[in-house]
């Protein structure tokens, strides 16, 4: 039989199939990637949906911010931010009144390295680059909204004459879709905002889902927050499985967002025709850096539009997590928060009944995953960390799936999706 290859960090990892295995395999939909990418993100700054071009409402003597994802984000930034400096150079706005925030929410400040590969050196030496900073100290209160939802944003952003993000529209467990306002509002957001944007209280919610815009409070309170940041213009992409652009737009947070998200569920929704006894799915770097960037794959495949994985079923996760549960402030909650119950059945319960601090929140999506499915981690570096947070280690995809087997015998109907954050398995009637 033939083998199977999985991305795995920067490389590859290949498996077979141990008999008594019946495996389908599902990509997303293939699409053809744009000729000319950098030419696409220059037409689309030219071009803006919702707002006049940017060359217009940029003018010498302002000041602007321009909002950057994360290393954790597969955004190409490095091509993004160097269209929007194009942009307002010709717009006759001085270097030295344009600074970039890398919109790290709660997670770890980004290295100089990681500022450098998404940027480029030459844009790091020339220009003014922070990490956002979520403590109160650096932050403007922007009010609560009926909803009772607390704003607070970068201090630093809101004081600009002139605030721009970058962004990815894919899969978000939350907001249905990121990119959009959502690289100003959580990614450059006060640890209120985010605490309650995370809360039990917000997810909870209905419409609150993977693949969901419409109809959807978390979404709506992302666009609520880049409203008030004052968020004019942005530039979002949408890549495919080998982070190749399929279409950039920019301008309108708002327009921008729903008309990527269109070509991303177009994209990254497949069909399925039955349930699985176990889902194998593909992390690769920069989610699988930790466990809870990389934990996103079994939540994002077991919170499917419908349910895919027949319950007490097996998610499979091959990712090596070489900074363990992750460096940041929300990545070590959600660490401190999965250690500190028995089982995740009883930290579900105890997390909706007193809430938790941002961060946290991914225990508490794990908690409800983890009491009705187990998930196994392939290759982690830091075996006791996956165990802590009531996971299996196993040191290879053909080793868990002997695990699968023995708990729940044979034949083993298994799904293999090699880039589980960029598919959406949509189950049919």
Not at 232 to 238: A, C, D, G, P, Q
Request: proline letters at 8%.
């Amino acid at each position: 039989m033939s083998p199977y290859t999985l991305p795995f960090s920067r490389e590859t990892l290949t498996f077979r199939l141990p008999p008594g295995v019946q495996a389908e395999i599902v990509h997303a939909n293939a699409q053809p990637p744009l000729a000319n990418p950098a030419e696409a993100v220059s037409q689309a700054v030219a071009e803006p949906l919702g707002t006049p071009p940017l060359v217009e409402i940029a003018r010498s003597g302002m000041t602007v911010t321009i909002l950057f994802t994360d290393a954790t984000r597969a955004s190409p930034d490095r091509l993004l931010v160097g269209a929007l400096l194009d942009a307002l150079g010709q717009a006759g706005v001085r270097q030295a009144d344009i600074r970039l925030i890398c919109a790290v929410g709660l997670h770890r400040p980004s290295t100089q390295a990681e500022k450098a590969a998404k940027l480029g050196s030459e844009v790091i030496e020339k220009y003014a680059v922070f990490d956002h900073d979520a403590r109160a100290a650096n932050l403007v209160d922007l009010g609560v909204d009926e909803e009772g939802v607390p704003y607070w944003l970068n201090r630093l952003a809101y004081e600009s004459d002139l605030l721009l993000a970058t962004g990815i529209v894919e899969p978000h467990q939350f907001a249905g879709y990121s990119g959009g306002g959502k690289t100003a509002t959580i990614g450059a957001g006060g640890e209120p905002t985010i605490a309650f944007t995370h809360g039990p209280g917000m997810l909870g919610r209905p419409g609150v889902r993977l693949g969901q815009l419409q109809g959807n409070p978390f979404h709506r309170a992302v666009q609520e927050g880049a409203h008030r940041a004052g968020l004019r213009f942005i530039l979002n992409v949408v890549v495919d499985e080998g982070g190749h652009l399929l279409a950039a737009k920019a301008g309108d947070p708002e327009q921008v967002q729903t008309h990527l998200a269109q070509i991303a569920g177009a994209a990254y929704e497949v069909p399925v025709a039955h349930q699985y006894d176990a889902i194998i799915g593909g992390v690769g770097w920069p989610k699988d850096i930790n466990l809870y960037q990389a934990s996103r794959a079994a939540s994002y495949l077991y919170f499917a539009p419908r349910p895919v994985l027949r319950p007490g079923g097996f998610l499979i996760i091959p990712a090596p997590c070489p900074e363990g549960a992750g460096q940041g402030t929300g990545e070590q909650r959600f660490l401190a928060a999965m250690r500190s119950a028995q089982s995740p059945q009883v930290l579900k319960a105890r997390l909706e009944a007193e809430g938790y601090p941002p961060g946290a929140q991914r225990a508490y999506i794990m908690a409800q995953v983890l009491s009705d499915a187990r998930v196994v981690i392939v290759g982690a570096q830091e075996p006791k960390i996956v165990r802590a947070c009531h996971m299996v280690p196993a040191n290879s995809v053909e080793e868990a799936l002997a695990l699968a087997q023995s708990a729940l015998g044979s034949p083993l109907q298994t799904l293999i999706v090699p880039h589980a954050l960029l598919t959406l398995p949509r189950l049919q009637s």
